[in-house]
Antibody
Framework: EVQLVESGGGLVQPGSSLKLSCVASGFTFSSYNMHWIRQAPKKGLEWIALIYYDSSNKYYADSVKGRFTISRDNSKNTLYLEMNSLRSEDTAMYYC?????????WGQGTLVTVSS | DVVLTQTPVSLSVTLGDQASISCRSSQSLEYSDGYTYLEWYLQKPGQSPQLLIYEVSNRFSGVPDRFIGSGSGTDFTLKISRVEPEDLGVYYCFQATHDLWTFGGGTKLELK
């Protein structure tokens, strides 16, 4: 069974940093490109980052480019999102997902709240 | 960046009715391999999104056949025949053709 478990969220102050993790199981993690998607409270879904299966390519939404870094450790079946210079508008639920014929599996997400 | 515009923003239906949601893209979503990577998701209240349709018209495993995706190029439609209570929530289209990938703004399906 495919499982994606996000963690690392919390309440942080504007300008601070946070690193999210996503532990994957039930599939060959090292064979799949992985994504981060977020959803601000009462707002729509926003795709924010993609990393290729071998870390050879990374893509970011304009809203996070230059502040967020996606990475992975295939030996640990873990995806990361390092978030710097956090702003109030980064407050959201953050999900990791793999897209292979759609985002078929989603975790429960990890909540990041940026507030003073 | 590709912009996906969903209409309507909100849709009120009676159970058993048909519902139709449009998703219009600012660029063609046909990829160089001939496939069109347009997907549909449903997010029920308090839940993570769930995949309904991939590559325009392919239903994901377990999705009832009352969900029908269609379209090509820049114009796509999700039709739900005979709306049931478990179909209520927010529907999103999503494109995976062009870097950077994008979601539509969402359509809330609710009871009249």
């Amino acid at each position: 069974e495919v499982q994606l478990v996000e963690s690392g969220g919390g309440l942080v102050q504007p300008g601070s940093s946070l690193k999210l993790s996503c532990v994957a199981s039930g599939f060959t993690f090292s064979s799949y490109n992985m994504h981060w998607i977020r959803q601000a409270p009462k707002k729509g879904l926003e795709w924010i980052a993609l990393i290729y299966y071998d870390s050879s390519n990374k893509y970011y939404a304009d809203s996070v480019k230059g502040r967020f870094t996606i990475s992975r450790d295939n030996s640990k079946n873990t995806l990361y999102l390092e978030m710097n210079s956090l702003r109030s508008e980064d407050t959201a639920m953050y999900y990791c997902a793999k897209n292979y014929g759609g985002f078929a599996y989603w975790g429960q997400g990890t909540l990041v709240t940026v507030s003073s | 960046d590709v912009v996906l515009t969903q209409t309507p923003v909100s849709l009120s239906v009676t159970l058993g009715d048909q519902a139709s949601i449009s998703c219009r893209s600012s660029q063609s979503l046909e990829y160089s391999d001939g496939y069109t990577y347009l997907e549909w998701y449903l997010q029920k209240p308090g839940q993570s999104p769930q995949l309904l349709i991939y590559e325009v018209s392919n239903r994901f495993s377990g999705v009832p056949d009352r969900f029908i995706g269609s379209g090509s190029g820049t114009d796509f439609t999700l039709k739900i025949s005979r709306v049931e209570p478990e179909d209520l929530g927010v529907y999103y289209c999503f494109q995976a053709t062009h870097d950077l990938w994008t979601f539509g703004g969402g359509t809330k399906l609710e009871l009249k």
